[in-house]
T-cell receptor, first 116, second 114 residues
Framework: AQTVTQSQPEMSVQEAETVTLSCTYD???????LFWYKQPPSRQMILVIR??????QNATENRFSVNFQKAAKSFSLKISDSQLGDAAMYFC?????????????FGKGITLSVRP | ETGVTQSPTHLIKTRGQQVTLRCSSQ?????VSWYQQALGQGPQFIFQ???????GRGNFPPRFSGLQFPNYSSELNVNALELDDSALYLC?????????????FGPGTRLTVT
């Protein structure tokens, strides 16, 4: 079974600064997807960024980028130029690419606060 | 394009009762997944429905059951409610059950069992 670990329960960043959220995972599969989801206080979960394990290049989406280290099973999210609207809970998630269904396995999440 | 909607928003039930939660998938999506999110935790996969058939189940007892309708909307039913069932229940829909298709989440139903 796959597991996702987010060991930092909370982090704080100054507005306009950069912050990195950590995630490690465990799997015996070689083909999978990794995701970062954002859940603001209003609760609706939205996708921030996706990484396909077979791609060596790290994914980027505007101010969001990842550092994907497949051998180390590490998948961190970097948020540049942090904004007040980035304050939320962030979840790292794993999905098998070859499984029978598209279930997501989530970590426990990290609460990010942004100081003005 | 209408997003994923869920009803009701909040619900309070008594231990031992039964509850039905509803989810309308996004237009064009044939796959619906249900997740349970306890307070301060990450979502846990309950089960997935693909074209009206259950397509995978997490570690939840049989009193958690579901349905998917021809329009791909879905219901989650929980029988014999327990206090530990208190949680946010999320549904997510996607275009297919495999492939690089994003799962779009609804706002959730907050269930409180007293």
């Amino acid at each position: 079974a796959q597991t996702v670990t987010q060991s930092q329960p909370e982090m704080s960043v100054q507005e306009a600064e950069t912050v990195t959220l950590s995630c490690t995972y465990d799997t015996s599969e070689s083909d999978y997807y990794l995701f970062w989801y954002k859940q603001p206080p209003s609760r609706q979960m939205i996708l921030v960024i996706r990484q396909e394990a077979y791609k060596q290049q790290n994914a980027t989406e505007n101010r969001f980028s990842v550092n994907f280290q497949k051998a180390a099973k590490s998948f961190s999210l970097k948020i540049s130029d942090s904004q007040l609207g980035d304050a939320a809970m962030y979840f790292c998630a794993y999905r098998s690419r070859t499984g029978a269904n598209s279930k997501l396995t989530f970590g426990k999440g990290i609460t990010l606060s942004v100081r003005p | 394009e209408t997003g994923v909607t869920q009803s009701p928003t909040h619900l309070i039930k008594t231990r031992g009762q039964q509850v039905t939660l509803r989810c309308s998938s996004q237009s064009g999506h044939n796959t619906v997944s249900w997740y349970q999110q306890a307070l301060g935790q990450g979502p846990q996969f309950i089960f997935q429905y693909y074209r009206e058939e259950e397509n995978g189940r997490g570690n939840f007892p049989p009193r958690f059951s579901g349905l998917q309708f021809p329009n791909y909307s879905s219901e989650l039913n929980v029988n014999a409610l327990e206090l530990d069932d208190s949680a946010l229940y999320l549904c997510a829909s996607s275009r297919e059950t495999s492939g690089p298709y994003e799962q779009y989440f609804g706002p959730g139903t907050r269930l409180t069992v007293t």
